[in-house]
């Protein structure tokens, strides 16, 4: 048994979001007994968290609530279907504490519907990506307006998760369905120690339209070894992709790169929560833009030897709107897989 299974940094004792339920670690972050964790069954209930609270700053406007089906559907809508098809039964999404308001009056409150078209139910839960979770030694500058990144946001979910297996994708990100039978097939099978990732090939999720950020992934044997942000990848007029910040350097095409589609057992906000505070204690006073970005614990564990991470590799051709320019070629491919039968005529009920 990996070092993982059992011991676990301690906690910061603090409530999230006005319902969050923590189980209290024993001395020295160690799991007291009987806390179901030893024994936990991730075959049994699996969540899914879309990380929806971006500023998306690049786009121009709030991309997560973008319409872009036949229906005006948003991209979480293709990612709740997809998942509950795979096998999950509860979507959490991570919100801005000002969007809520904006889902209440676009959405009638329910930015999901909680059930598919063929009458599968599925639970929804909004938890606030709230500056209020942070540990209560960091103050956070008055001046700083960017959210701490997605290591924070899949963290400010752990009391919507409770107890289950759970995976985190973007909000902005249009996944593919056979990601999500991947990846759900492994969340299942996930053992204390293990974690899963989708690695999508490097040439089919660049933009033509500007950078795009990614991890840039190391896998040896079906593992991943490390993983790397390259923050400003680009697809060249040459066909090459090259990244801003080493133009040098050509990246081959089938590069593995994450998407932020990763699946954990619920032990791991505790990993998340002693990352967030050495990262907070890190900070210059007065930083505004450093984030706490979900790849950096987890390369963290795996090198470590405390988390082994399989890998599943998909063809899938990604979609998204990183850049307002985006936004017909995803419609576009929308539109063609409603066509095909891949999605039924509308997902509005």
């Not at 030897?305 to 890998?311: A, E, H, R, Y």
């Amino acid at each position: 048994m990996l070092p993982f299974a059992r011991r676990l940094p301690g906690g910061f004792g603090r409530l999230d979001n006005r319902r969050f339920i923590m189980v209290k670690l024993g001395s020295g972050g160690v799991l007291p007994p009987n806390t179901g964790m030893e024994r936990l069954d991730c075959s049994m209930q699996t969540a899914l968290v879309i990380m929806a609270a971006g500023l998306g700053s690049r786009f121009g406007g709030v991309k997560q609530m973008e319409g872009l089906g036949p229906h005006g559907e948003i991209l979480m809508e293709y990612a709740a279907y997809d998942a509950v098809r795979a096998g999950y039964d509860k979507i959490v999404v991570v919100v801005a504490p000002g969007m809520r308001q904006a889902i209440d009056e676009r959405f009638g409150g329910a930015l999901l519907p909680g059930r598919l078209p063929d009458g599968t139910p599925y639970e929804v839960e909004y938890a606030v990506q709230d500056n209020a979770l942070l540990p209560s030694f960091y103050a956070v500058p008055p001046e700083r307006t960017k959210p701490f990144g997605t290591g924070f946001a899949a963290y400010c979910a752990r009391s919507a998760v409770g107890n289950r297996c759970f995976s985190v994708i973007n909000a902005d990100d249009f996944y593919g369905a056979d990601a999500f039978v991947q990846m759900h097939r492994r969340l299942t099978a996930l053992q204390p120690g293990e974690g899963a990732m989708v690695a999508y090939r490097l040439r089919n999720t660049v933009s033509p339209n500007g950078t795009v950020s990614r991890g840039i992934c190391t896998v040896e044997d079906g593992c991943l070894r490390a993983v790397r942000e390259a923050l400003k990848i680009r697809l060249c007029p040459d066909g090459q992709l090259r990244d801003d910040n080493d133009p040098d350097t050509v990246l081959p095409p089938d590069t593995p790169v994450s998407m932020n589609m990763w699946g954990f057992r619920p032990e791991f906000f505790a990993v998340l929560e002693q990352a967030l505070g050495e990262f907070l204690r890190s900070l210059p006073a007065g930083e505004l833009r450093r984030e706490f970005m979900l790849p950096t614990p987890i390369s963290q564990q795996i090198a470590q030897g405390s988390l082994q991470v399989q890998v599943a590799r998909t063809d899938a051709v990604w979609t998204g709107v990183t850049y307002q320019e985006d936004r017909a070629e995803t419609v576009a491919t929308l539109a063609r897989l409603h066509q095909s039968s891949a999605y039924p005529p509308s997902l509005r009920l």
